[in-house]
């Protein structure tokens, strides 16, 4: 019993020795600008993903053939350095400052969505081109609940329903920025409480109302691709879809991710250190990871060979089809 007794003391001592943060059950994230191990991947991520990116770039420069598909071509590029640069520099300013890189990032977001659906409109001629198509075929999309169309119906192509598609993606544009310029003040008010889901706080009601114009978005883009699909097929719509989502997206979801395991206190944050500041780093951190393969994909998706000039059937058209 003595024995028992001695084990079950050094069992105690030996947990009030280990820092209160530091539970067995419990996984701590280190700070991202105090771990030697994650500063090795910042010197080593970046370089990398910006070789691909200008040399992305410069294989559209060189290749300037095609300016209408191209000029969207390198807008959409320069997104993934764009993204590299605002999460490096979020790493090292004050965190108050940070929301003015989120603005500049926010800003070039819109004006890659802007261009992404200009290049899908391009690559059928323009919007006036789509909607004669449409009407001259007689087209329609009927509602299926396969594919998730069915909350409306059938409905008509036309220049109303393409209006209706555009303004889907504008409002997100819109909204994104709204939502960059009122966080850094309910930060300020001490009323914004991120990952806790409080009705007197602005946490949730923001997570709210930019899913709520985030559905609105991809579903729209949705809508655009069932409508065009026949005819953006030698284009390969799927993987240029699905990447410039994944762009936009991806870093969103994540902080998301990190917010509620935090707030779940599924992790731990190290008491020398603040959540924002904590959650923030390993953001920023992941984007800077994840910017290598968005760059690589980019590459594929959107290379300067995206499309050719056929003059026999005087349309834009992919070099493999």
Not at 5 to 11: A, I, T
Not at 97 to 122: C, N, P, Q
Not at 194 to 201: I, M, N, P, Q, S
Request: charged fraction near 15%.
């Amino acid at each position: 019993r003595e024995d028992e007794e001695g084990e079950e003391d050094e069992r105690r001592k030996s947990r009030e020795r280990l820092p209160s943060y530091a539970s067995p059950n419990m996984v701590t994230l280190p700070s991202v600008q105090h771990s030697q191990v994650c500063l090795f991947f910042i010197l080593i991520f970046p370089p990398l993903t910006l070789y691909i990116s200008c040399l992305h770039i410069g294989s559209h420069v060189k290749n300037y053939r095609n300016p209408v598909i191209q000029r969207y071509c390198i807008r959409i590029s320069i997104l993934v350095p764009v993204y590299l640069v605002a999460a490096l520099i979020s790493l090292w300013i004050p965190t108050k400052t940070v929301w003015i890189v989120e603005m500049l990032k926010a800003g070039y977001e819109a004006f890659a969505l802007y261009s992404f659906m200009a290049l899908m409109l391009a690559f059928v001629g323009g919007p006036a081109c789509l909607v004669d198509l449409w009407e001259s075929e007689g087209r329609y999309l009927t509602g299926d609940w396969v594919t998730g169309t069915c909350i409306h119906g059938t409905m008509k192509l036309d220049g109303l329903f393409l209006k209706r598609l555009v303004q889907g993606v504008i409002q997100f544009v819109i909204v994104r920025l709204l939502i960059v310029v009122t966080v850094p003040i309910l930060i300020a008010k001490d009323v914004f409480a991120e990952g806790k889901a409080r009705f007197d706080r602005g946490w949730l009601y923001i997570m709210f109302i930019h899913n709520a114009s985030l559905w609105v978005c991809l579903y729209s883009l949705w809508l655009f691709f069932l409508a065009t699909k026949h005819y953006l097929r030698p284009f390969s719509p799927v993987l240029k879809f699905g990447l410039i989502k994944g762009i936009i997206f991806i870093s969103f979801w994540q902080l998301i991710v990190l917010q509620i395991l935090v707030a779940s206190e599924l992790v731990k944050i190290p008491p020398e250190f603040s959540e924002r500041y904590i959650i923030d780093g390993w953001n920023n951190f992941l984007v800077i990871l994840e910017c290598v393969p968005l760059a690589i994909l980019n590459f594929i998706a959107f290379s300067s060979k995206t499309g050719q000039y056929d003059s026999e059937w005087v349309t834009w058209r992919m070099l493999m089809e």
